[in-house]
């Protein structure tokens, strides 16, 4: 197949009280060759809204997707989002947020499993430009094989942004010597009376977990697909849209267990 390009734009607006739920569902055929991607997503939710966003990144390891979301929250108003990055070979992913007026909350949840040579670069900034807003960012990734990942994460808390509610955390699982993370959650705060706490971990299988296991009769490949499947499972229980989970959950299924007998682990 040829080369192509595909530019996706897409503005949502939520008018005062409204509520809605979106899917953005990223995914190519297995014949498709040399797919480039641009995706970009707007969103203005207004005054007592409320968007539940899923981003799923799903593309044939051999197409490239870049892009990413900006958001806008009005006074009270809520922004709940799971991304998942599982495809493609090079992936961009920047996420802007600003709380514009006072009472505003986000929920930024995010996972990725990159195997083989795949790249997964996620950069996140929310913008704290008012009093009494609240941030909670969780995002967690799996390296496998020779995947390389990024996190940046950065919460900006503005001299009028008092009384912040602000959490970031980033933990990271490498099942390969050869795999790599950089990981870099930033908090930049001009504020005095905020509660605000960042954290980014970086490790591998737990060795004690795993021959505890193993000690049960679990083979080793079980157990690893256990103890990784745990290891982003609360994200994926927490998701709101069982269609969204019932979705994903295959798809972790096929990168984690690869056969039957494993599949079991993972539902």
Do not use: W
């Not at 040399?34 to 799923?56: D, M, P, Q, S, W």
């Not at 955390?169 to 795999?179: E, G, H, V, Y």
Request: with cysteine; aromatic share 6%.
């Amino acid at each position: 197949a040829k080369p192509f390009t595909v530019p996706a734009r897409l503005l949502i607006v939520l008018e005062t009280g409204a509520s809605a739920t979106v899917v953005e569902h990223f995914a190519s055929n297995d014949d498709v060759q040399n797919c480039f991607v641009n995706a970009i997503t707007e969103a203005k939710v207004g005054a007592n809204a409320h968007l539940n966003h899923y981003r799923l990144q799903l593309m044939q390891e051999d197409s490239i997707q870049i892009g990413g979301v900006h958001i806008d929250l009005d006074r009270d108003a809520n922004y709940d989002s799971f991304q998942l990055g599982l495809g493609a070979k090079i992936v961009r992913n920047d996420i802007n947020l600003n709380h514009n007026v006072g009472g505003s909350h986000c929920e930024l949840k995010g996972v990725y499993l990159p195997q083989n040579k795949q790249l997964i670069d996620f950069h996140s900034n929310i913008e704290h430009k008012v009093a009494n807003c609240t941030t909670n960012e969780v995002f967690r990734g799996i390296m496998a094989d020779k995947a390389k990942a990024v996190f940046n994460g950065r919460i900006h808390i503005h001299p009028d942004a008092q009384k912040t509610l602000a959490e970031l955390s980033n933990r990271n699982l490498l099942l390969s010597n050869d795999a790599q993370i950089n990981t870099k959650p930033e908090l930049e705060i001009y504020a005095d009376d905020v509660r605000c706490a960042h954290g980014a971990t970086i490790a591998q299988l737990d060795e004690q977990a795993h021959f505890y296991l193993r000690s049960r009769g679990i083979s080793a490949a079980e157990a690893d697909v256990m103890l990784s499947f745990g290891f982003i499972n609360e994200l994926l229980e927490n998701l709101k849209l069982d269609a969204i989970r019932n979705l994903i959950r295959p798809l972790l299924a096929q990168r984690f267990g690869r056969d039957e007998d494993l599949m079991k682990h993972i539902g």
